[in-house]
């Protein structure tokens, strides 16, 4: 894996990106190999991944004060907070997360590494919690999407509020982007939801990769033709039509 010790010309590169998609609302990607991979919290926190540009301390601090959700700047955090014994550089970089970063339990997290000065020992107990605490809020989120699929089958909450809430919480909890494109083919092709709510998700397809959004549509074109469908499919065929290939998985 790699370990530069300083801030490179590569890693100031990444963080304007960074910085760039945080302002548009757009994915994080780890770029290399054949494909660009969108960047979760586990990747964050497993050192036997190699995260190429993203082992640079700028991109790290960059997502730690950034990132709007507290799971993946906790990893990306946790992910920084070895090095500070390495370098003192990165040491006080880290250490400018506390002062930083917009959620309390980054904070926290700093505040324990930098006093027991970058012990091993604390670092791995922090670790630790680190993977519980992006495991229970995964499953928090996930919580919410079911009540309020729940709510909106029973009529409890607005199709336009359901819409938006179902695509903030499942980038909020980090929702596997496989899981998200199962449940948005279910919602598209049940007999239950209304027309005018799966059009509604068709406004924020946007919000998905590329090359989620073409398996969506792809799958969504190849279901049986019913009529509760067949609106559904035509525009679906447009929006194909103003898609390029991707390259995100």
Do not use: C
């Not at 070895?82 to 003192?88: C, K």
């Not at 700093?110 to 604390?122: A, C, G, N, R």
């Not at 919410?144 to 938006?164: C, M």
């Not at 939801?193 to 919000?207: M, V």
């Amino acid at each position: 894996m790699a370990k530069a010790l300083e801030i490179s010309q590569r890693g100031v590169e990444l963080a304007l990106e960074l910085r760039e998609r945080y302002q548009t609302h757009q994915p994080l990607l780890v770029h290399g190999g054949k494909t660009d991979k969108l960047l979760m919290p586990e990747h964050l926190l497993n050192r036997d991944i190699d995260l190429l540009d993203y082992e640079d301390p700028l991109p790290l601090a960059m997502v730690a004060t950034r990132d709007p959700d507290s799971p993946m700047s906790v990893a990306a955090a946790v992910r920084l907070s070895p090095r500070g014994r390495d370098s003192r550089l990165i040491g006080e970089v880290f250490e400018m997360l506390g002062g930083t970063s917009k959620h309390p339990v980054v904070k926290q997290m700093v505040e324990l590494i930098t006093e027991s000065d970058f012990d091993p020992l604390m670092i791995n107990k922090v670790q630790r919690n680190a993977e519980k605490f992006v495991a229970l809020s995964r499953q928090r989120y996930a919580d919410a999407l079911r009540k309020n699929l729940k709510a909106l089958l029973g009529g409890d909450i607005e199709p336009r509020r359901f819409v938006s809430e179902f695509f903030e919480l499942s980038e909020a909890g980090n929702l596997r982007v496989d899981i998200r494109k199962r449940l948005i083919l279910g919602l598209l092709m049940s007999d239950t939801i209304r027309p005018s709510i799966k059009f509604l998700f068709l406004e924020h397809l946007e919000r998905l990769p590329i090359t989620v959004r073409n398996e969506i549509i792809n799958e969504a074109l190849k279901a049986p033709n019913k009529p509760s469908l067949e609106a559904i499919k035509q525009e679906l065929a447009w929006i194909r039509l103003d898609l390029t290939p991707g390259i995100v998985h």
